[in-house]
């Protein structure tokens, strides 16, 4: 039985319980919360027997094997510094951090402690991102030459999110992360990413942030393959998650957001259809369990069997530190409108 900590009570947390909720062989037995009324209705909602508001109580406890990480970009690094400190193995969501340079203390600091760490990286956990990764293995589209991905909504769900002194960024780093690892997913993390050349602008968010809503990157891999990153936090509907892979024996197009397999025209209220909906009458589309259908019940099954055998994840602090890396070279060319070198 591994034993769980849960660091955080929000948006992501919820998620990790819903994808915990069929995982076997794990429980949550504390979980943390900045707030306490926070950390205690979520603890009262799932279940959790014991909860706190000293992040210490969670990572030094002797009855925890595993630390989750769900709390914002700015609270990473502190967190996985401590989870080392105390000998802990954790899991990250993403972003890791905020910079690169935070991220590589956070890998330095995992390193030398000797302890496991997963990168929650849900978009290479969706089952349909997953089967397309299947069919590249089996050479069914040949030579992977191209990969484009979207994620786009109308803007985040909590106040923190538009702070890029909390977050890092705007939309790129907000949602160019999934793109990003995608990318090396589909293309093969083998294939080192060289240069890239991005563009982002605040076109319509103004009186919430200064960061970007909007943002297109375009990066090249060393056998000249390319990907392309699009966000936006300014798309109407609800959340819009794809991807795009042109091979040289094929195509392969995943859409778990609006290809679903229900559609309604409903003149009642639908109730919750999907992340960052709009809307709950007219056109609907609901996302049919959705934890699972964007990749947290597969990713929690994962890194807890990783912890129960002690196996390294398939998704670490090091592709969270590329990706990291990625971003700031997109960041920096978003402002010299040159292409950028990478420099891992």
């Avoid at 990157?217 to 966000?231: A, C, D, K, P």
């Avoid at 109730?271 to 609907?284: C, H, M, Q, R």
Wanted: aromatic share 8%.
């Amino acid at each position: 039985m591994v034993r769980i900590g849960l660091l955080g009570s929000g948006f992501v947390a919820e998620f990790y319980m819903q994808g915990l909720r069929d995982v076997p062989g794990q429980q949550v037995v504390a979980n943390y919360s900045r707030s306490e009324d926070r950390a205690q209705a979520f603890a009262g909602k799932w279940c959790i027997p014991r909860w706190t508001v000293n992040m210490e109580d969670v990572v030094e406890s002797e009855d925890v094997d595993l630390v989750l990480i769900a709390l914002p970009n700015h609270l990473h690094s502190g967190a996985a510094l401590a989870c080392a400190e105390a000998g802990k193995s954790l899991v990250c969501t993403k972003p890791l951090a905020r910079t690169a340079t935070e991220a590589h203390e956070m890998l330095a600091a995992v390193r030398e402690a000797g302890v496991i760490h997963g990168y929650a990286e849900t978009e290479v956990f969706s089952p349909a991102v997953m089967h397309a990764r299947r069919l590249i293995e089996r050479g069914a589209v040949g030579d992977v030459l191209s990969v484009r991905s979207r994620e786009a909504h109308a803007g985040p769900h909590s106040p923190h999110f538009w702070d890029p002194e909390l977050t890092g960024g705007g939309a790129l780093m907000d949602m160019g992360c999934h793109c990003i690892e995608a990318a090396r997913y589909f293309i093969g993390k083998d294939v080192r990413p060289v240069e890239c050349l991005a563009w982002g602008e605040l076109l319509y968010h103004s009186d919430k942030t200064t960061a970007e809503d909007s943002a297109v990157l375009l990066l090249r891999f060393e056998g000249s393959q390319m990907s392309i990153t699009e966000t936006s936090w300014i798309a109407r509907g609800g959340l819009d998650l794809r991807n795009e892979v042109y091979g040289t024996l094929g195509t392969i197009f995943t859409d778990v957001t609006r290809a679903t397999p229900i559609t309604a025209f409903v003149m009642g209220s639908a109730g919750y259809t999907v992340e960052k909906a709009e809307s709950d009458t007219g056109w609907v589309f609901p996302c049919v369990d959705e934890p699972r259908v964007y990749g947290y019940h597969e990713e929690m099954r994962h890194f807890v069997e990783c912890a129960a055998t002690g196996q390294t994840p398939r998704e670490t602090f090091e592709d969270g530190y590329v990706v990291n890396v990625i971003l700031d070279t997109a960041y920096r060319s978003m402002r010299s409108k040159k292409w950028e070198p990478i420099d891992l």
